[in-house]
Every structure is written in C-alpha cells, then in structure tokens.
C-alpha cells in the first residue's frame, strides 16, 4: 500500500547503537593509523583535539591513561601521526577518533614561525614583567581595538557602562583578521596611545588558531610594547596564549573580562572618597586638639609672667615677714629669761638689720612692681579698651578683628576714661613708616 510504512521504525538510539557496532566490527577502523594538522586542543585530563587535512576535519579524544605516557605536549599546528580506533558517541550521535598514541610526524609551518617569533621576542625583553604596567585602579578613558561590528565590542561597552556610566570609551576600529589585520590593530593602537587615555583594551571574540593569527604578529607585539598607555589583551581563546596576550600589561580571555578589569565599579569609588573624607576628618579633629592644647598651655604660662601674678607674690612674701618676725622673738624670750636683756639688745640690733633689709628687699619690690604696674603702661601712650556687653557686663578689646562699626568703646588712660565710637577699622599690621597709613584718631 502506497505511503505506508512496510515495518515498524527504530528510534534515534537503536540507529546510533547500529552505526556504533558496524564500525566496531570494522578491521579498519579499529586499528587505523591517521596522519593530519591538530588546529584545535583541549586539556581537561582528557585531550580534545582536532586533527585536519587539506579539505577534512576529524574529531579526537585522547583519555588520560595514554595522554599521561606521551613524553611531549601537544600543540596546535603540529602535524602528528595518530594510532588508534573509531567510536560512536551514541547519545550526541557523534564519532571520533580514540587515539592511543600519538607520534609527531612534524611541526607545521605556521608553528614553526610562531615558536621562532617567540624566541625572538624574548630575547628583546618583551614578555619580560619588569615592563609590565600596571592597570588604573579607577580607569576613567579608556581605549578598544576590535572589530566595530563584532560582539567583542558590545560586550565591553555594555559591560563598562553598566560598572560606571561617566566613563569615556574610545574605539579604534580595526580588522581582526585576515592579511591586513596585523598592520590595522597595530595602528589601532598607535591612535589610542596618543589620546592620553588610562587604559587600551586589544582583542576580539575568539576564533581558531588561524583566526586569531593577527595576535600573534611581530607588528603588533612592538606597538603593544612601546604603547605609553597600559594594554589589556583580550584575545579570547581559551586552548593558547597569543603573543599578543605575553607582551600585554594584563592578559584575560573574554573581552567582557578585560572590561571588568579595566572599570571599576562606581560604588567602589564612593566608598574609596567616603574613606578619604572620614581620614580627613579624623586628622583635622586631631590636629584643632593640639592646637586647643598649645593655646591653654600658652595661656597659663602668660597668666604665670603677668606683672599682677608677680605683685601678688611678693605682697604675699611681706606680709610673712611680721609674723615670722614675732615667732623668733618669742622664742628667743621663751628659752632664756635670765638673759632678757641680753636677747633685747641683740633683738633691737636684729630687728634694726631685719627691718633695714625688709625695706630694702620692699623698696626693690615696690620698684619692680612699679616698673611692671599697667598704670606705667598707659603712662607711655596706651589705652586699655573696653567695650559694653548687650547682656551687662564689659568685654576687653584686644584687637581690630571684635570691632565693628558703631561700637561704642571706653578708653582708659593713666589719666582717666574718655569714650569712642567706631567709624570704620583696617585690619592692616603695620610695619614700618607709619606715615603711609591712616592714623588710629581717624579710624576711631
């Protein structure tokens, strides 16, 4: 019956477990000897590789047991000779080659040109990290070289934008592959470093190994180097390092990685200004208590000089002198009475000496303190300045900066009080010719 299935179908499962048995039972394929380019590698323990030829391309897995024995390490473009058996994956519907040893049968050209460019490169110092540079902690420009269509490029301003929005972002668009590629990113490059920027981010969004060849061309290393402005390498392949990624200040894989590295989010910038605002605060508190402690102890120390502190001292010290004066006396009666007149005679000739030196010791006091008395002070030209509290009371007035106009002031010289009202006040110290200034009546 036309359109009618002639017996029942088998399901995707029961297909793959065939095609896996035929090829089980294959002599062939299960002792085959294969000879191609490894392009792509994986090392998770387990090697994943592909292996390729001038048209076709076979999938390779290598299991921990013989990658272990292999007394050298696979890389992408080398050209190995692979013995091993085919196997079906049954759940992915997938086959690839199991391989159980692998012996180079040579490297490739293009691998061979690499190693030599590296070797080179290294010797001129350019992997060497003591060129390395730092990356800005709070980037604010920063530069991109990459494909202007490719996800690369979104996937940094998106990621930027979202971490800080004020910060400007500068993109060299360039070819990132093909002939011409080397020779744009390097002049990429070039542009962005003379933008004076914080940060450039090189790279694209992965690839083969022979599509990410332009990061591993001399041309681009050297402007990668001799760039003034720190360069994040984002090449995005996860299997090898480019030379671009070894000369880079800062290697990472994901263009969305290299965005995080070079932006710092806004929040950290506010709490790193928050903490700087509290240090400042602290050192300024910090800073008045020592000055409040200086001024007090100034002060005390003025207090301690003052002619009035001096005067209050000797009076202090003369009004002893009498009752010091009376004890001796008393005393001297007190021991001996038989020799009262004795003692009388050598107490009038005592307190004759003793009274001569008190008036001396008074008179140079008195003269002390009257060399010091503020009313000698006024005697010379001065004026002791009051002014009246609103609240009752009077306040002293020790300089120009607690006076305003109108105030009205009293003044008190040797001689008596005379008030005065403010009409104007200069704040100006004056040193030297008093001549060029306004005078003290005019300002009063």
């Known amino acids: 019956m036309r359109g009618r299935l002639q017996r029942e179908p088998s399901t995707v499962t029961q297909v793959n477990q065939q095609i896996k048995a035929l090829i089980g039972s294959d002599p062939f394929l299960n002792h085959v000897y294969v000879t191609g380019e490894i392009s792509k590698i994986t090392d998770r323990g387990t090697l994943y590789y592909t292996i390729k030829d001038d048209t076709s391309a076979l999938n390779c897995i290598m299991w921990p047991s013989a990658a272990k024995k292999m007394p050298y390490r696979l890389e992408a473009g080398m050209k190995i000779i692979c013995r091993g058996y085919m196997d079906v994956y049954v759940k992915g519907g997938s086959y690839s080659l199991i391989v159980e040893q692998a012996v180079p049968e040579g490297i490739g050209e293009i691998y061979i040109r690499l190693k030599k460019l590296e070797e080179k490169l290294r010797e001129e110092g350019l992997f060497d990290e003591k060129y390395k540079r730092p990356i800005p902690k709070f980037a604010a420009k920063i530069g991109i070289v990459t494909s202007p269509t490719g996800q690369a490029v979104l996937d940094i301003i998106s990621t930027a934008r979202k971490r800080n929005p004020y910060v400007e972002i500068f993109l060299a668009p360039a070819i990132v592959q093909g002939e011409r590629a080397a020779a744009s990113i390097a002049e990429g490059i070039s542009r962005l470093d003379a933008l004076n920027l914080d940060v450039i981010i090189v790279g694209r969004g992965g690839g083969s190994s022979e599509d990410l060849w332009a990061f591993n061309e001399e041309e681009v290393a050297w402007a990668i180097f001799n760039s003034q ?158 002014r009246d509290k609103k609240g009752g009371g009077a306040e002293r007035i020790s300089g120009v900066h607690q006076l305003e106009k109108g105030d009205v002031l009293k003044l008190y010289f040797h001689d008596g009080r005379a008030d005065a009202l403010i009409s104007s006040t200069d704040d100006t110290v004056f040193a030297g010719n008093r001549g060029d200034h306004d005078t003290g009546e005019e300002n009063a």
């Open 229 to 386: 402005t720190p360069v994040i390498s984002a090449v995005g392949h996860t299997g090898d390092v480019s030379i671009a990624d070894s000369v880079a200040d800062m290697h990472v894989i994901t263009p969305t990685e290299a965005a995080v590295a070079a932006v710092s989010e806004l929040s950290e910038f506010d709490a790193l200004l928050a903490g700087y605002m509290d240090d400042l605060a602290n050192r300024m508190l910090s800073v008045t208590a020592d000055k409040k402690t200086q001024l007090s102890m100034r002060q005390l120390k003025l207090q301690a000089e003052s002619p009035m502190h001096l005067a209050d001292s000797y009076r202090k010290s003369l009004a002893a002198y009498p009752g010091k004066l009376y004890s001796a006396v008393k005393a001297a009666v007190v021991r001996d009475r038989g020799q009262a007149e004795k003692y009388r005679q050598e107490l009038r000739y005592q307190m004759q000496n003793q009274l001569a030196g008190a008036k001396t010791h008074l008179r140079q006091a008195a003269g002390t303190l009257e060399g010091r008395s503020p009313l000698n002070v006024l005697a010379g030209g001065y004026a002791y300045v009051q």
